[in-house]
């Protein structure tokens, strides 16, 4: 079987904590890396907040903390706005009414995620 390569943020360390589940994450994926940024924003801004002392243990073992190159970066988010720009699926086609809204799938961009274990739906466009 080959292992999977997988990239963490907050949102997914806290809700897979919440959810009791963080400690799988091994067994699906290897390696697993996060930005420092990600590390701070969960271990720093509390050890009461879900997933720090999970998240501070994993650190190391299983969850490797490594920073993308900027440059590979930059590369990566032009080529996406070009794509986007060009080609998306989610740019609108005409003008929407509120009645069509529901029924028509090519919406700018989605609205919210919704998840169990994560709480109330967040804002994608944020």
Known sequence: MTM???????NAIIGLCLGGVFGLLPSLYTPMYLPPLVTAEVIASGSSRPGAAELAQALGVWITEDTPDPAAVSRF??????????????RRRGPRTKSSAATNNSCAKP??????ACGPPRSLSS
């Open 77 to 90: 988010s032009t080529a996406l706005s070009e794509l986007i720009g060009r080609s998306s699926p989610w």
């Open 111 to 116: 609205i919210a995620m919704v998840s169990p």
């Open 4 to 10: 999977l390569t997988g990239v963490l943020d907050a």
